[in-house]
């Protein structure tokens, strides 16, 4: 039985969503590329979730996770290099009831993307930003990233890269009006899922830095932490991202840390003799930029129509 919902939205029937139901194109992303773990555990988070198909919609920039939109079937967004947050942000704007995913890679969010990225976690709309990071530029053959190790040989940067890397999540951390922060690792999907509910739960921007194998041109780059894992530092709260007893013994290197606490948060995001993940800061209390202008979203289109005219009058010269 369908109805209509208002002059212009149809709501379908209630019924359950099966996995096939979010999934999109086959995936054509190399075998082992870690965006594969990424896209599985967000389909199976919107299935275990039941939240519609059309109800989601998932915006990216440009680079090798940013094909994300192309394998899920919601509505989705493939949008320009270092622009998702920006269109993330309009469509939470006008339509705060859909559940909005923006997913970027360490090029397109922390180079080109780096002004939006700023922005959009100071706005703290209500949306879930995954910045997929295999500290490389997949998509266009290899160059340095701003994530890209000091010395490591690129194709543009044969002799190593000059700089030390950027940190995402000391600069995330550091921007006025952070709600959420987190890091997870590809390669355990338990803390994954975890980490992606948990984002998504958190009502303002959340940022989760999922650390990505791309065994085409880095595949090196985490190994130390796959064959040790004493090198991945669990961080552990009642608050925080919990895990299943079973899972959460297979990570013996442990530390406690209350994500209320922004300056401990710093210094474990800044170590790198480990790669700590979990939650470190949520703030549910910081402003929300999209409650702030939800302004007009219950006009009718003929109203919307009305205020634009009305506008274009006022501005006119
Ligand atoms: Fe994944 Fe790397 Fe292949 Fe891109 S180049 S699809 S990041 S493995």
Redesign the pocket.
């Known amino acids: 039985m369908v109805g209509l919902k208002t002059e212009w939205e149809i709501e379908p029937a209630p019924r359950e969503c099966t996995l096939a139901e979010y999934k999109g194109a086959e995936a054509r ?2 075998p ?2 870690g ?1 594969h773990s990424v896209l599985s555990a967000v389909q199976k988070m919107a299935r275990d979730k039941q939240i519609p198909p059309e109800r989601i919609v998932v915006v990216s920039g440009i680079g ?2 940013s094909r994300f939109p192309h394998y899920m079937s919601s509505y989705g967004f493939h949008s320009l290099h270092g622009r998702p947050l920006p269109v993330a942000c309009g469509v939470k704007s006008r339509r705060p009831d859909l559940h909005v995913f923006a997913v970027s890679g360490d090029g397109d969010c922390c180079a080109i993307g780096a002004g939006h990225w700023v922005h959009a976690i100071r706005y703290n709309m209500n949306i879930t930003i995954l910045m997929l990071d ?1 500290s490389i530029y ?2 266009t053959k290899g160059q340095t990233s701003p994530t890209t190790r000091l010395g490591r040989a690129s194709s543009t940067h044969p002799h190593g890269s000059p700089l030390p890397p950027l940190n995402p999540l000391t600069v995330t951390l550091g921007i006025s009006n952070v709600s959420f922060v987190a890091q997870t690792v590809d390669w355990n999907p338990p803390h994954l899922s975890a980490t992606i509910r948990a984002a998504h739960d958190h009502e303002g921007a959340s940022f989760v830095r999922v650390l990505q194998r ?4 880095t595949g090196d780059v985490y190994a130390d932490a796959l064959e040790d894992r004493s090198q991945v530092l669990l961080m552990e709260h009642p608050d925080g991202i919990v895990l299943e007893p079973a899972m959460r013994e297979r990570l013996k290197n442990r530390v406690d840390h209350d994500p209320r606490n922004l300056g401990e948060a710093f210094q474990l995001a800044a170590r790198t003799d480990v790669y700590p993940v979990g939650l470190f800061y949520r703030n549910p209390d910081a402003v929300r930029y999209d409650l702030v202008t939800a302004h007009g979203l219950g006009k009718t289109p003929s109203e919307k129509l009305g205020a634009i005219e009305e506008a274009i009058e006022r501005f006119a010269i």
């Open positions: 992303w190399c082992g590329c965006d090798c996770s295999n997949g998509l791309c065994p085409h041109f």
